[in-house]
């Protein structure tokens, strides 16, 4: 019997000593039966940025350590955000000091999670899993949007901070099984579960108020110790954690209940606050109100709702792409023809938005794509050989054409666009062959 565990990698930009080792030793902690989590350390952002374009292909995860120049972490934010080749790149910055407005400013350009140094070993090995379970689902084979269903549920657990990456997995499964398609959400549909049901089970059901945890943080004591400590106290141990689920292809909503004595939503402390900017916890029901479509407490304290709405398009910027093409952006309606088989290819196509459904012999749909597909047309364009099927809109969808000058143009100016549309297609080979 194989028993080779999977190695996944993911980059590490960081400079301090003591972060390096936290991180390293979170990822040990991550390991399971069947993957084992390689940190690359990188002390300079471009050879991190090299790795991440040309050599990181098992995880899209980036891992930042801020120290002191915030405009710098913008800047570096932003460029692996607004890299088109990157789209995906989940970045989690390491921070014992930002505030409020430098946070959400940080969410609006691209960083999905924050952690301090004191949570590395709390939290990096749940992102991990979380960033390598919904990677496999999202490079699965494509599902039809004539096979969404509609789900609803309901789950109890008992206290323990173990189960909640298990069970935030088990409903990221859920959702892509009943037609939840759209892609950014997913890491924060992830992050918001983890961070609501850990709030459930430690300050709901187990009265581990904020100072409580600020001491066992601090005290650099074991989390999921004092939690199961807590949780086994005769007035704790029958409470429960549940979370109910509905989920259909337009939008996804959770409540999230415990059975504690609730809490006054506004009496929770301020991260934005002087005294708070170094604390080492408090941040997860800031960073959940901006990761879902909608927020609300019950009168009580003891229930939360969270709603994400599905875009089932995944819209993406031109970016780089607008130099190198002489057409006007493709606009197309469902059941529109983009090309037809025999026919000349003098272009090939990157996708902006909508699902594009591939055509042969017989009107055989072989294929779906979208945004996460990149290209479509590209095999022949790049062969010089006629289309080989026909390629049909299924939404509304764009399209940016771009020509054999301007492809070379592309290459020439961004060598590793080249690189990345190799790797692309070798890829798209192998699930070819998977399917002969």
Not at 22 to 31: D, G
Not at 325 to 333: C, D, M, P, R, S
Request: with cysteine; proline share 3%.
């Amino acid at each position: 019997m194989n028993t080779r565990k999977e190695k996944i990698s993911f980059s590490v930009y960081a400079s301090t000593p003591e972060t390096i080792d936290e991180v390293i030793s979170a990822s040990e902690l991550a390991e399971d039966k069947i993957r084992s989590f390689h940190p690359k350390i990188f002390y300079d952002f471009n050879n991190a940025l090299d790795y991440l374009t040309y050599g990181q292909i098992t995880s899209r995860l980036f891992v930042i350590e801020y120290t002191n120049d915030f405009e710098f972490l913008c800047k570096i934010v932003a460029q692996i955000h607004n890299d088109p080749w990157l789209h995906g790149t989940v970045i989690v910055v390491i921070a014992d000091k930002l505030t409020e407005a430098e946070i959400l400013k940080l969410l609006n350009i691209g960083v999905i999670d924050f952690m301090t140094s004191n949570e590395i070993r709390v939290k990096v090995p749940t992102i991990l899993k979380i960033v390598t379970s919904n990677l496999e689902l999202f490079e699965s084979e494509q599902f039809l949007l004539e096979n969404i269903t509609r789900k609803k549920g309901k789950i109890k657990i008992k206290n323990n901070l173990r189960l909640v990456p298990k069970v935030a997995n088990l409903i990221m499964s859920i959702c892509y099984a009943a037609g939840f398609r759209n892609y950014e959400a997913f890491s924060r549909i992830s992050l918001s579960l983890h961070e609501m049901i850990t709030n459930a089970m430690e300050h709901g059901n187990c009265g581990v108020g904020f100072e409580m945890k600020s001491k066992i943080l601090t005290d650099s004591m074991d989390m999921y110790a004092a939690i199961d400590e807590r949780a086994a106290l005769p007035e704790n141990k029958n409470k429960r954690v549940t979370i109910c689920y509905e989920i259909n292809n337009d939008q996804t909503t959770f409540t999230i209940r415990d059975e504690g004595l609730g809490f006054e939503i506004n009496s929770i402390p301020s991260p934005r606050s002087e005294e708070n900017i170094f604390a080492v916890h408090g941040r997860g029901i800031l960073m959940t109100k901006n990761f879902a479509d909608e927020m609300q407490y019950n009168e009580k304290g003891n229930m939360v709702r969270l709603i994400f709405y599905n875009n089932n398009e995944i819209k993406r910027r031109a970016s780089h792409l607008m130099q190198f093409t002489t057409g006007e952006i493709v606009f197309l309606n469902p059941d529109d023809i983009l090309f037809e088989a025999g026919s000349e290819s003098d272009y090939f196509y990157y996708i902006l938005t909508g699902k594009l459904g591939v055509y042969i012999k017989d009107n055989q749909r072989i294929a779906v794509l979208t945004p996460e597909d990149m290209f479509v047309g590209e095999m022949s364009f790049l062969h010089h050989n006629k289309r080989t099927g026909t390629v049909k809109a299924l939404t509304k969808a764009q399209l940016l054409p771009i020509s054999r000058t301007g492809f070379i143009d592309m290459v020439k100016k961004y060598p590793y666009y080249g690189v990345f549309l190799a790797r692309l297609l070798t890829k798209r080979l192998i699930l070819r062959n998977r399917s002969i």
